[in-house]
């Protein structure tokens, strides 16, 4: 079995690198590596697809100036449904829209948008940043990737825009934040949280674990 971390210029893949491959070593969950050729996708078991910084400028990172690999991805993810895990900017990708500085087309995967952050407390402030207690939303406890995760698990956030989804059914957890912040999406072989699992200590490891064992 082949793991596939996406390597298109969006952040340092060192932390989630060795985090997913502990995990593999102690899951027997096959080889881990980080790739940006289109090829190594394409044989990839499974895909995870991390991402830091503006939606517009990863966006067009992936599918404007790594337009074969964008193409393996939606391939292997979309019609061969290979299991996958968005991080970040890699789970808000999913969503139709992002309304961070432009509108810029998502993958439209889970139907919603992207949007700033508003906590209706003056006193927090954007971006969101450090530890939050997930709370589960009703379709957690059947998925996978969940499984042995609780209500009130930490987990590490940073950032300034959250995925406002269309469809209830397809967030699986939320965080209170002078209101509801989407953590985690998820539908059918895709997931995405919008934490870093490799930073959540052992919330996060339990979580690439299962992805590490999924067979949608």
């Known amino acids: 079995m082949l793991t596939v971390l996406v390597d298109y210029d969006s952040g340092n893949l ?3 690198e060795k985090s997913f491959q502990r995990m593999a070593a102690e899951v027997d969950g096959g ?8 090829e190594d996708v394409a044989r990839a078991d499974r895909i995870v697809l991390p991402g830091d910084g503006a939606f517009p400028a990863c966006r067009n990172a992936l599918t404007k100036d790594r337009a ?18 968005g991080i970040c900017v890699g789970m808000q990708m999913m969503a139709s829209w992002g309304r961070e500085y432009e509108d810029t087309k998502g993958f439209d995967w889970i139907g919603g948008e992207i949007a700033k952050i508003t906590p209706t407390d003056p006193t927090l402030k954007v971006p969101h940043m450090g530890w ?11 998925h996978p990737v969940l499984q042995g995760i609780e209500t009130g698990n930490h987990a590490y956030f940073v950032h300034s825009y959250s995925f406002r989804v269309a469809d209830p059914a397809h967030r699986l957890a939320h965080v209170d934040y002078g209101g509801d912040i989407t953590a985690i999406v998820g539908r059918d072989n895709m997931i995405g949280m919008q934490f870093h699992p490799e ?17 949608p």
């Open 132 to 142: 939050n207690d997930l709370v589960l939303d009703d379709a957690a406890p059947n």
């Open 31 to 38: 080889e881990v590596i980080v790739s940006s050729q289109p």
């Open 14 to 16: 060192h932390s989630a």
């Open 199 to 215: 930073k959540s200590q052992s919330t996060g490891l339990r979580m690439i674990a299962n992805f590490l064992s999924w067979a």
């Open 68 to 85: 074969a690999l964008f193409e393996v991805i939606v391939d292997s993810v979309v019609n061969k449904a290979r299991p996958f895990m």
